[in-house]
């Protein structure tokens, strides 16, 4: 995402602006998950990091507790 992107949007949205890449959210869970040597643990996320809906909708489907 360029400068000029993110400016449109601030101005479109208004600021403070918080902006998620779903891609990124799934690259990190991967590497966390295939860091962890048993097969048997259940990784949560804690919703108090950040409860919006489509970030938790996001994470769920991705088979991590919330």
């Known amino acids: 995402m360029s400068i000029s992107d993110l400016k449109s949007l601030a101005d479109k949205f208004g600021t403070p602006l918080y902006i998620y890449e779903s891609q990124r959210i799934r690259e990190n869970l991967s590497a966390i998950l295939s ?3 048993y097969q048997a643990t259940r990784v949560y ?9 489509e970030i938790l909708k996001l ?3 991705l088979s991590i507790g919330v």
């Open 59 to 61: 994470i769920k489907g």
């Open 45 to 53: 996320y804690a919703a108090m990091c950040n409860n919006h809906p």
């Open 35 to 37: 860091s962890i040597p």
